[in-house]
C-alpha cells in the first residue's frame, strides 16, 4: 500500500498523458469535475468505481483494468488513477500531522527539528517541502532513499540498466547500423525528459514515450509490445547519457552480420583475381574463367555481400558474351566494368567497420519516412518484369504543390499456370484503401494523408496512409501545362540547361548518388520525324525537334511488351499534337529519350504563359556563343580525340594483357603519354607512363607482381570516363544553347 502512496505521489499528468493520451487525460479531468467516483478500497489492488464502471487500480498503473469494454487504457482508468492519488494525499496529509507529533522520526530531515516546534498545517507543509528538497539535492550517497517514488530517476535508472545486448538483438543489425549511421551523420532524435521520457525518432520517425517501467512504454505505431522504435529510443537515451561509445554501434563484433575476417579474405580473393584477369588479358582468357567468375560471385553471397555477387554476375554475363563471341560484347564496357569492380574491392578491403562494409555491400536499404500530405496526379504507369521472378507496375505520381515525382509500385512473382503459359494475375488492388484498381490510378486526382516515402520517392502502401479520389485528370480535368511547370519543356535548350548541363555522372554510383525514381519529363516538340524501326538494331527510332530544330532523339527497344507502343508510334502523326512522357539521358552529346507514354490532342492542355519560354533559351544560347571562339571548339575536338585514343590503348592492354603487352602498344602509350602532357592531362600522362614502364618491366620478369599496376590501370580508366562525361556535356551545350539549327 505505502508503494501506491509514493507512486501516486509523484505521478504528474505528463506521465498519465504517457500511457492513455492527451485527449483521455482531458477528459478524466473533465470527469472528475462531475465528482462520480468513489475509492472502494485500498488493499491490494485499489478499487475506485467510476460511474458505472469499476476500475481496478494495479502496479504497475499500466495493468490496471476497467469493466468497461475499452482494451487499451479507458478514461475510467484514468479517473481511476487520480481518484486514487487524491484520496491517499488525504490520508498523507493527516499521516504527516501524526508523525510530526510523535517527534523526530525522520533522520534525514532531523535538522529541521530546531525550528519546527511550532504547530499547524501549515508547518506539515513547509516541512514536506524541505524533504523534496533533500532528495532532490543527494546524488551518489544516498540514492536508493532519495529516488524512492520519483518517476523520473526511476525511468532513468531502468533505461540506464537496460542492457546493451538485449537492445541490440531487439533491433537487429540493419537498425542498429541505421542508428549509427544516424549519429554519425548529426541526425539526433529530440528528447525530453520529464517523469517520462519522450523520443521523437530522427526524420520524422515515430513518436516513443517511455514510461517507467518500460515495458509500459507506447509508440506511434501502436503496437502493444517492445517494438523497434521503443528499443531505438532507449539506445538513443542511452547514447545521450555518454553509456554506450559511438564506436560499440559501428564495430561492436557481436552485432556484425558480417564476419569482417571472412569479408576482408573474400575482398582479398576478389583482388587478386581481377588482377589476374588483367595480368593474363582478354585474349588469352580460358573458357573456365567462368567457373571462377561464379566461384567468386558464390563467396560474395556467402560473405553476405549482395552488390559484390551482382558484380561478379554481371562480369560472369560479359565474359560469357565475349566467349560466345556475342554481336552485343563491348570491351570498352567490359573494361570499365572491370576497373569499377577493381575500385569496390579496393574500398572493400579499406573498410574499417560494418557500417562502412553494408554501405558497399547494399544491405544498406533506405527507410520509409513520413512526407506529410501529397496532392497527387496519376500520370503513367509502366510494367516490369525483373531478373529475379517479379513482375508488376509502377505508376508515375507529380505532386503538384511541390512539383516533384512520386512512384508506387506493386510487384508479385511471376506465375506459370500448368499449361506453362503465363497466367493472368487478379486486377492489383490500389493502396491507401483507394477503391480502384492501380491501373486506375493514373488518370485520377489524389490526396494521400500520412503518406511515407524513401528517398528515391517511392510510396509506401502503409497501412496508415489514407487515399482520397478528389478528382479526375482527364477531359476538361485534364492536365495543363502549368501544373507541370518544371517538367514540361517545348524548348530543348532550356531542357538542357536545367536537367543535364549540371548532371553529373559519378563513376561509383553511390547511396548519395541516388536520384528519386522516375524523374520523367513531358516534351511537346514542334515537330518530328515518323518513328522507323530497324529490324537488325531491332529498335525504334524517332528525332523530336523544338521550334529552333534542335533535335532529341526517341528510342524504344523491341521487346513484347512494347510492342504495342512500336506500332502506336509508328503511326503517330504531328496532327495529333503529341506529347511525349518519358524518361531523359544524355548519349554521345545529345539528349535521348525513353518514352513512357505520348498524350495527344486534348488530353493536355497548354497553357498560355507556357509557351513564352520559347525565347529564353535563344537568348541564353546567345550568351554562351559569345563566349565561344573557335579555337576552343578545335580544342575541344582534339581533346576527345586524345581521350578516345587513350581509351583505345587501354583497351588493347586489356586484350593483350600486363604480362604479355605488344611492343606497339608499349611505344603508343609512350608517345600518348607526351600528347596527353601537352594538352594539360597531366595526371594521365603520368598514369599511362607508368603503364608503361611497368608492362615493360613485367615483359622482362624484372618486377614483383606488387607493382600496384592493377589499380594505376583502374585509375586511369576512371579518369578516362569523368574526361569523357565532362567533353560530352561541353557538346551537347554548344548544341543546345546556339542558335537555331538546320535540318
Ligand atoms: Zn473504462
Ligand atoms: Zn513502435
Known sequence: MGDFKTLLANLDDDYLVGMANKGIVKRAYKDMEAGD?????????????????????????????CSCPSRTICRHVVLGILALKEFLA??????????????????????????????????ADRKKEVNEEATEGKSGDFKEDANEGDLKSHLLSEISAFSLASLKK????????????????????????????TVQLPKGGNTVKLLSP????????????????????????????????????????????????????????????????????????????LDYLDRLALISHNAKLAN??????????TYGNYLKRKASFDVKKL??????????????????????????????????????????????????????????????????????????????????????????????????????????????????????????GRLSASADTRGEVTGSCQKENCLHSGELSGWYYRDFGKLFEDKVA??????????????????????????????????TEQKLTMCLYDKTGREIVLELAYNKREEWGINYLERLTEDREPCFLGKLYFKDGRMCLYPVTVFEKGELAEDLDCTQEGGSGETCGEDYDDNISMGQEDVKDVLSCVLEDSGTLLEEL????????????????????????????????????????????????????????????GRACEYLYLCRGKVEIDRGREYYTSASKER
Open 90 to 123: 488525504g490520508e498523507e496529509k493527516g499521516a504527516e500531522t501524526q508523525k510530526e507529533a510523535d517527534g523526530k522520526t525522520d533522520v534525514e530531515v532531523s535538522h529541521n527539528d530546531g525550528v519546527s516546534k511550532e504547530n499547524g498545517e501549515e508547518k
Open 335 to 456: 573494361m570499365e566494368q572491370f576497373a569499377r569492380l577493381y575500385r569496390r574491392v579496393g574500398l572493400l578491403l579499406e573498410a574499417e567497420d560494418a557500417l562502412q562494409v553494408s554501405e558497399l555491400a547494399g544491405e544498406f536499404r533506405s527507410e520509409y519516412v513520413p512526407v506529410g500530405n501529397l496532392c497527387l496526379a496519376g500520370i503513367a504507369m509502366e510494367h516490369f518484369e525483373s531478373q529475379t521472378g517479379y513482375e508488376g507496375e509502377t505508376v508515375y505520381f507529380l505532386e503538384l504543390n511541390k512539383k516533384e515525382w512520386y512512384t508506387y509500385t506493386s510487384a508479385r512473382p511471376v506465375f506459370y499456370e500448368a499449361t506453362g503459359h503465363r497466367g493472368r494475375q487478379e486486377k492489383a488492388a490500389a493502396p491507401w484503401e483507394l477503391p480502384v484498381s492501380v491501373k486506375e490510378m493514373v488518370g485520377l486526382r489524389l490526396n494521400l494523408s500520412g503518406a511515407r516515402a524513401d528517398v528515391r
Open 37 to 65: 467516483y468513489k475509492v472502494l478500497s485500498v488493499d491490494g489492488d485499489a478499487q475506485v468505481t467510476v460511474g458505472g464502471e469499476t476500475v481496478v487500480v494495479r502496479q504497475p498503473l499500466a495493468e490496471s483494468t
Open 502 to 535: 549540371s548532371m553529373r555522372m559519378p563513376w561509383l554510383k553511390g547511396a548519395q548518388g541516388e536520384r528519386r525514381d522516375g524523374e520523367l519529363v513531358f516534351l511537346r516538340p514542334y515537330s518530328f520525324t515518323k518513328g522507323e524501326f530497324s529490324q
Open 170 to 197: 531487439m533491433l537487429g543489425v540493419k537498425q542498429l547500423l541505421t542508428i549509427a549511421s544516424q549519429k554519425k551523420s548529426g541526425q539526433q532524435p529530440k528528447i525530453t525528459y520529464s517523469s517520462i521520457v
Open 214 to 289: 518500460l515495458e509500459y512504454s507506447t509508440c506511434t505505431c501502436h503496437k502493444k509490445e517492445f517494438c523497434v522504435h521503443k528499443a531505438a529510443a532507449v539506445l538513443w537515451c542511452k547514447l545521450e547519457a555518454g553509456e554506450v561509445p559511438e564506436e560499440e554501434l559501428s564495430g561492436a563484433e557481436e552485432l556484425q552480420e558480417y564476419a569482417m575476417g571472412e569479408v576482408k579474405d573474400a575482398a582479398r580473393q576478389m583482388k587478386g583475381f581481377l588482377e589476374e584477369l588483367l595480368d593474363t588479358g582478354l585474349a588469352r582468357t580460358s573458357p573456365d574463367v
Open 308 to 317: 559484390f555477387e551482382g558484380y561478379w554476375r554481371a562480369l560472369h554475363d
Open 654 to 713: 586489356y586484350q593483350s594483357g600486363l604480362d604479355t603487352a605488344h611492343d606497339s602498344t608499349l611505344q603508343e602509350l609512350n608517345s600518348m603519354s607526351g600528347l596527353t602532357k601537352q594538352y594539360g592531362l597531366l595526371r594521365l600522362s603520368e598514369m599511362l607512363s607508368q603503364l608503361a614502364d611497368g608492362a615493360a618491366m613485367r615483359r622482362h620478369r624484372l618486377a614483383q607482381k606488387e607493382d600496384g599496376l592493377a589499380a594505376v590501370y
